[in-house]
């Protein structure tokens, strides 16, 4: 994952990715986090999911690499976050909300501490095909056996576009994910305007994942 690219993108406002709203297809089975009390949320930007996710009574745990994206969060929401230095990120917290802007793959469980759900609707999606075992790896690390996750994933025919966001189909998503229970919630025509301009149609597709 390349910092510089990533900061770019946000420095420039190239932030198609950023869903002004909390994700249509997610908030139509967000009750399966009930009971779930500390969202793991990584890649996180500044996602309205954290704020809705926030709402609905959870704690939320953001990992996010662009501290500008963290500190438009707060602000965007005018709140005025605590923010503290670890080893690995500069952790900003308010309204049970925590978000350690740093590198995903340096955070550890000891910083993160107890988080029983993840939610990944522009993590998996955003990496390169290379870094995706990786990363998946390194999430489950973070969580707990038996812990419940939700992932939104798109496929497209990606010869089309670069991406990120990138295609990830379902037999990639329940290879990544082997050895856990992946469920196919729903799938939908992801309308998008960043797909748009490309002439694709994506679809969206929500899996519940149980670790």
């Not at 990533?6 to 909390?22: L, M, N, Q, S, Y």
């Not at 992932?151 to 050895?179: C, H, I, N, T, W």
Request: hydrophobic share 45%; aromatic share 10%.
């Amino acid at each position: 994952m390349d910092p510089d690219f990533w900061k770019a993108r946000w420095a420039e406002g190239r932030i198609g990715f950023h869903e002004g709203h909390a994700n249509a297809l997610f908030a139509r089975h967000a009750d399966a986090f009930a009971g779930k009390s500390r969202i793991l949320v990584p890649l996180c930007g500044k996602s309205e999911d954290m704020a809705y996710l926030a709402s609905r009574g959870h704690e939320v745990c953001g990992i996010e690499l662009v501290e500008d994206a963290v500190r438009a969060f707060f602000q965007e929401h005018s709140i005025e976050p605590s923010v503290r230095k670890t080893d690995h990120a500069t952790v900003y917290e308010a309204q049970g909300i925590t978000i350690f802007a740093g590198d995903v793959f340096s955070v550890t469980r000891e910083d993160v501490g107890a988080v029983d759900a993840l939610y990944d609707r522009a993590a998996l999606v955003a990496l390169p095909a290379e870094l995706r075992k990786k990363y998946v790896a390194h999430v489950r690390s973070l969580l707990p056996q038996g812990a419940l996750g939700m992932l939104v994933a798109f496929e497209y025919p990606q010869e089309r576009m670069p991406g990120p966001p990138f295609s990830v189909d379902e037999k990639e998503v329940r290879s990544l994910y082997a050895g856990a229970q992946v469920e196919l919630l729903e799938e939908a025509a992801a309308n998008e305007h960043r797909f748009a301009q490309a002439g694709l149609v994506p679809t969206e597709r929500l899996y519940r994942i149980t670790l």
